[in-house]
């Protein structure tokens, strides 16, 4: 059974093909962003095009945020209720061969709109699954907090889930830091803290990740980025992920490792789901 | 001015647009060859497939070497006497949404064909310049070696080559070990020995690097992989860049460092250039 969008759009024209020659293909040259639409309404939209924006100004990419905005309008309008719209901007078609953009590029936009399904009630109430991912992320402080396109190692850990009873795959960084799942960020429960690694080396600063560390304290906990490493998992008073699609997940299991509940997962989670935006 | 390719084939069939759903665009889901053609022939074509294959195998890509093969010979037939056909191989269009492959993708193929031109005799003769990147290569041994798409280090280290002087930038890892540049392997000289570093945390198997490294002995040279930092370039007895386009090419300065320049590299060169295959 094939997923397929229900729509797409290239530079905002309908279209499911794009030129050969664009750099994203050749060298993972660009940048993407997942947003939930909730009612037709984009979440976090500001949020999302923030980084966006921040990701094109590191790579050099030159970057048109207002034609953007008014197809991710049209793109809403069309959604289901529950949906989501993944972006893609690339720096464009290849002005030559090789490594070295000319500065004479022009980036491309790539949006495709995908029915999306709740996490189920189950899930959230028992906790999901986690398996520690044998892929490591590379470091390189040049590209970390950047949702890029050289995403390799992500989906080398992906390919790691074969049980599909395993949510996601928690990945280290090099040097044995935990830092994230392949596709959401972990927060960590300690006492009345919630800790998260810093995206500084790698990873991807995540959009729900910014939402909790801001929106902790309305809950009744701290938050704040620490290194950790994976072994203060197994002694965390709780553990969750999120991501922009699933918002706050409660974990139950890393590996071999049961994770305690918390009712602290329930609030973070209503409160987020509550807020505009 | 815009170098476009003489041709381009998508699994075959002659065309110039992919489905906008290859993971190839989407995570950089996928590998790479840049294979130089000689009046119609492709150079050294059994060590880049044999590189391409190892590749697929390593990131679970189920690859048709043998249809592959049918078309680079087509692709061959219609090329100028000096050409270069660029192959992507990625996972194919996306079956769901994710990281995760499933399993039922189909690898899809794109070869484009460019005319090339060969390196002026006064670079040959006096030596080319290089810069000393800034961007450094994050190490991950899961992916070291292959030629696969995640390419923005690449991408980040040749834009720091504003100065058409320098042909190409040298990159070191994240520990500050010289690597290569990010189109080319570099070989130190040291008395009668070449040495070029390792790449089993980062950096790419050149073909030409694997050539020479086998070749040297038949011009009076012994060839090694060694870690290198880049102090040892500058107190070098010579250095070369080599990629499966330019082949052998002397190098005479590296940042504000002068290289000497040896009749080694001339007699390595022709050494190589005159071999089949």
Redesign the interface.
């Known amino acids: 059974m ?2 397929r ?1 229900l729509a ?1 759009w ?1 530079d905002g024209i309908e ?15 660009g940048l ?1 962003e997942t947003i939930l639409l909730r009612a037709g309404l984009p979440r976090f939209l500001t949020a999302h095009l923030e980084r966006l924006t921040r990701g094109c100004e590191k ?2 990419i030159a970057f048109e945020s207002a034609l953007l905005r008014a197809e991710i309008g049209r793109a809403a309008a069309l959604a289901p209720p529950l949906a ?1 719209l ?1 972006i ?1 901007v ?1 720096r464009g078609s ?8 000319t500065g004479a590029e022009h980036a491309r936009r ?1 949006l ?1 709109l ?1 029915e999306s399904a709740p996490v189920s009630p189950g899930a959230l109430e028992r906790g999901v699954e986690l398996r520690l991912a044998e ?6 402080p ?2 970390a907090g950047l949702k ?12 790691e ?1 074969t049980d599909p009873r395993w949510f996601d795959a928690v990945m280290l960084d ?1 040097a044995g830091r935990m830092i994230s799942g ?2 959401s960020n972990v927060f960590v429960l300690r006492g009345h803290t919630l800790l998260t690694p810093r995206v500084v080396r ?1 990873g991807v600063a995540g959009i729900l990740r910014a939402v909790v560390l801001r929106e902790a304290a309305h809950v009744g906990l701290d938050a704040r980025e620490q290194d950790l490493d994976p072994g203060e998992v197994v002694v965390a008073d709780g553990v969750c992920v999120t991501n922009a699609r699933v918002g706050v997940v409660p974990v139950q299991r890393l590996g071999e490792h049961s994770i305690p509940m918390t009712d602290h997962w329930r609030r973070l989670r209503e409160h987020v789901e509550a807020l505009d935006a």
């Open positions: 094939i997923e969008p797409s290239i279209g499911d093909q794009i030129p050969a020659d664009d750099r994203g293909l050749a060298y993972g040259d993407f790579l050099g989501v993944k893609i690339t290849a002005v030559r061969r090789g490594y070295r953009p790539l495709t995908w892929t490591r992320l590379g470091e390189n040049a590209l890029h396109l050289n995403r390799l190692e992500n989906v080398l850990a992906a390919r889930c090099s392949t596709m790698c």
